[in-house]
Structure formats: structure tokens, C-alpha cells
Antibody, heavy 118, light 107 residues
């Protein structure tokens, strides 16, 4: 069974940093591209970042470029998102999602809540 | 970036109704479009990929159509489990984008 489990969320002050993790199991992690998608409270979905299976291609939404860094450790079947210079508008549930084929997302984690507030 | 617009934020319908949700792209995305269903407090679920391909395990009452800039998701006979929010997503560009969502509520 495919499972994606996020962790690392919590309360952080504006300007602070946080590192999210996504532990994958039930599939060959090394052969899939991965994504981070977020959802602010009561709002819609916003794609955040993409990383290819070998980490050779990485993309970010304009709203987080220069502040967030995505990475993966294929040996540990894990995906990461380091978030710096956090702002109130980064408050959201952050999901990791597997690229199914060409960019649609077939499996999602349960999400981890990040709250940026003083 | 490619902007995705879902014209209706809320759609009121009854069990058994046939409903259609529309999604428009700011430029052509060919057929690189997916539809998701999300229920409150849960992660989204993939329904349709490549505009009209049904994801494994998804009931056949869901269907998708369109290409270029205009797309639709149709539910042929609305079931109680279908009351949820639906999002379109383009993946023509590596900068993926979602529509703002259409909430299907009970009339």
C-alpha cells in the first residue's frame, strides 16, 4: 500500500524557518517525481514545488522561490521542504504528493499544518 | 504562469442530478489536465487525468472532457458521497496550477 506521511509542521514566528519531511513507503520511491502542495485555511490548493526522481529538475512556485528548498533522499525514501523567511501567508496545510505520470498527483499524504504567527 | 479559472465557486444540486463543472486555462494546456475531489479535512483524490482518463477505482459516473483551454468534469448522477469540492489542475507547465475549486453542495 502506498503511503506518504508528512511531519515537521508547527507554530513558527514570522521570519523563522521550518523543515518538513515526507516519508514514503509501498512503492519504488526512486522512480517517481514528487511535489509539495499547500492549502491555506479555508482556501484552495496551491502547488509549491516539484522535484524529479533524480533531483536533476526542481521547480518552485513564484510565491516561495528563493525562500523554500526542496530535496529528497532516495536511500531513505524521503522528501523534504526547508522553508526560510516564513510569512503569515505561508500558513497552510502542506501535502506531499506523488507524480502519477506526467504531472497529475495520484497519492497524497495526510498533510502537516504550518502556522506562521507571532 | 498558466491561470486556471473555475467559473462557479459553489454549485447547488440534488442527489440524482447530472452536473457539469467547468475549468478554463489562460493558455492552451493541450490535454494535460486533471480533476480532484476533496472532502473537508482530507487530502485531495485524483479522479480524472489527461482531461478524460478515469483514474483506477473511480466510479464511471465521473467523466472529463475538453482540450486546449476549456474543460469540463461531469457527474452523471450525483450520489450522496459526491458532495465535496472539485479542483482542476494543469500540468502542461512544470509550474503546476490549480483552479480555485467548485464546492458541490446539497440543494
Amino acid at each position: 500500500e502506498v503511503q506518504l506521511v508528512e511531519s515537521g509542521g508547527g507554530l513558527v514566528q514570522p521570519g523563522g524557518s521550518l523543515r518538513l519531511s515526507c516519508a514514503a513507503s509501498g512503492f519504488t520511491f526512486t522512480t517517481y517525481s514528487m511535489n509539495w502542495v499547500r492549502q491555506a485555511p479555508g482556501k484552495g490548493l496551491e502547488w509549491v514545488s516539484y522535484i524529479s526522481s533524480s533531483s536533476s529538475s526542481i521547480y518552485y512556485a513564484d510565491s516561495v522561490k528563493g525562500r523554500f528548498t526542496v530535496s529528497r533522499d532516495n536511500a531513505k525514501s524521503s522528501l523534504y521542504l526547508v522553508m526560510n523567511s516564513l510569512r503569515a501567508e505561508d500558513t497552510a496545510v502542506y501535502y506531499c504528493a506523488r507524480d502519477a505520470r506526467d504531472g497529475d498527483f495520484d497519492y497524497w499524504g495526510q498533510g502537516t499544518l504550518v502556522t506562521v504567527s507571532s | 504562469d498558466i491561470q486556471m479559472t473555475q467559473s462557479l465557486s459553489t454549485l447547488s444540486a440534488s442527489v440524482g442530478d447530472r452536473i457539469t463543472i467547468t475549468c478554463r486555462a489562460s493558455q492552451s494546456v493541450s490535454r494535460w489536465l486533471a480533476w480532484y475531489q476533496q472532502k473537508a479535512g482530507k487530502a485531495p483524490k485524483l479522479l480524472i487525468y489527461k482531461a478524460s482518463s478515469l483514474e483506477s477505482g473511480v466510479p464511471s459516473r465521473f467523466s472529463g472532457s475538453g482540450s486546449g483551454t476549456e474543460f469540463t468534469l461531469t457527474i452523471s448522477s450525483l450520489q450522496p458521497d459526491d458532495f465535496a469540492t472539485y479542483y482542476c489542475q494543469q500540468y502542461h507547465s512544470y509550474l503546476r496550477t490549480f483552479g480555485q475549486g467548485t464546492k458541490v453542495e446539497i440543494k
